[in-house]
């Protein structure tokens, strides 16, 4: 059940050239630009490398087939943040996996901190938002600050919001494939 460094860059590299949802880049843009931003404000490679794998769940998930195309919005939301886990876990450590997982949550996090943030979303980012939940109350903002790798997590989401440049010129997917390694745990 567990991808290789070359399954994902092949995964990347294959899956990853369609639209992502509604916004005007690919999927692998989005990833490489997510990655670009950490790796520009001296985040761990570990961070890096949860920037870039932090959708890698739309590629895995059995529902892909139902994901939007750059016209319609999604039905439900497909629990992404969770689907690569399993694939991802052997390969990587904690400081990689969690901040992929709470990345979804950490929108919702910004949303009850930061008065500002709601605005600064697009509207497919808003509409996802909406399907996963909503903002935090107050009791879930104050839980979320205690998990490790909150922080990390919304440094990634803040990436993750600003990764939709079309056109943006970003290092390869085999710098990346370079530092995954490096991180790696097996």
């Known amino acids: 059940m567990s991808l290789s460094i070359p399954e994902i860059v092949q995964l990347l590299g294959s899956r990853a050239t369609t ?7 690919s999927q692998l843009d989005h990833a490489l630009q997510c990655a670009h931003l950490a790796e520009l ?11 870039l ?26 629990l992404h943040q969770y689907v690569a886990l399993p694939f991802l876990r052997s390969l990587f450590p904690d400081a990689v996996l969690e901040p992929i ?13 930061d ?6 979303l697009s509207s497919a980012s808003k509409h996802s938002l909406e399907l996963q939940g909503g903002r935090f109350n107050d009791a879930q903002v104050h ?14 989401r803040r990436y993750d919001d600003l990764a939709k440049v ?15 390694q490096q991180v790696a745990t097996a």
């Not at 639209?19 to 880049?25: F, K, R, T």
């Not at 404000?41 to 920037?51: F, H, K, L, W």
């Not at 839980?143 to 990634?156: D, H, K």
């Open 115 to 120: 008065a500002l943030y709601w605005d600064s």
């Open 53 to 78: 794998l932090h959708d890698l769940g739309h590629m895995l998930s059995v529902e892909r087939k139902a994901m939007p195309d750059h016209k319609n919005l999604p039905a439900k939301d497909d």
């Open 101 to 113: 997982k709470l990345h979804v949550d950490a929108k919702r996090y910004l949303c009850a901190v």
């Open 41 to 51: 404000a001296n985040e761990t490679p570990e961070t890096v490398a949860a920037a």
């Open 19 to 25: 639209w992502y949802g509604q916004e005007a880049v």
């Open 143 to 156: 839980a979320f600050e205690e998990l490790p790798f909150y922080a990390e997590a919304v440094r990634l």
């Open 166 to 180: 079309p056109g943006q010129t970003t290092p390869a997917l085999a710098h990346y494939a370079a530092l995954m």
